[in-house]
């Protein structure tokens, strides 16, 4: 037998304390243990930690049942100089409370609509002649596929991510069909209606073919010129940092 399995199950079988004396620390745990929380992406899981060990450090020997809005309403006063990380500190804190109702720890989520901290918004929408400034600077470069990347997300607004592991599959004649990573929802979008793009992700694939011969194309539409493969999202963010700089320039 597994022994880390069968501790598990014996551990599982233990006695629960009273409702009333279960803290947010052993919440946290539990949490950490259930279904819900191995059904997260690990990347999701790595910034939900983050923030548990915040709230554990908070209140993880508080009853949960003592945790009420104003509880929740000063631990954001607490964080008010970072109203960003404050939001998500709360937005984990809704969570964790939500999952502690729903094994029956607690009758009502105190967090489940809180006011969250104001917040300045984190950019602007580029105008039109922005993005075609950043398109000619990155073909300029040498960096197409950022160009392109820009180019094709400035009409489908998908995540960054989304748009990297984008697939030459999800082209099917005049329509382009996405399925996106974080909720799995499928998209089906006219790009035959966008001739520019069109245009533009023929170039890719030609430049594509160029580099390798008669071998296969990258899988992905957006690849990366010096290496063949799909981009990397720290590196791809760097060469767009780049880019940007150039063509703020002019």
Not at 98 to 109: L, Q, S, T
Not at 139 to 154: F, I, K, Q, R
Not at 160 to 168: C, K, Q, V
Request: hydrophobic share 45%; net charge positive.
């Amino acid at each position: 037998l597994d022994e880390s399995r069968v501790v598990s199950a014996v551990t599982a079988m233990r006695p629960a304390p009273p409702a009333a004396n279960r803290t947010l620390g052993q919440l946290s745990k539990q949490f950490q243990d259930s279904d819900r929380w191995r059904a997260l992406r690990p990347r999701t899981q790595v910034g939900y930690t983050q923030c548990l060990r915040l709230i554990e450090a908070w209140g993880g020997d508080v009853p949960v049942r003592a945790i009420d809005a104003a509880r929740v309403q000063r631990l954001m006063k607490t964080m008010r100089r970072t109203p960003a990380y404050a939001n998500a500190v709360v937005r984990v804190l809704r969570l964790l409370l939500e999952h502690g109702r729903r094994e029956g720890w607690i009758a009502f989520n105190p967090a489940i609509r809180p006011a969250l901290a104001a917040t300045q918004p984190r950019g602007l929408i580029w105008p039109p002649a922005a993005i075609d400034a950043f398109v000619a600077k990155a073909d300029e470069l040498g960096w197409h596929s950022v160009g392109t990347a820009v180019a094709l997300n400035a009409w489908l607004g998908q995540r960054e991510g989304d748009i990297l592991r984008m697939p030459w599959q999800a082209m099917r004649g005049d329509a382009l069909v996405l399925r996106q990573s974080k909720r799995g929802a499928g998209v089906t979008l006219p790009i035959g209606a966008v001739p520019h793009l069109v245009a533009r992700l023929e170039a890719e694939r030609a430049r594509q073919v160029a580099r390798q011969g008669n071998g296969p194309v990258c899988m992905t539409v957006i690849s990366h010129e010096r290496t063949g493969l799909p981009w990397n999202g720290d590196t791809f963010r760097h060469v767009f940092a780049q880019i940007r700089a150039a063509a703020a320039e002019t």
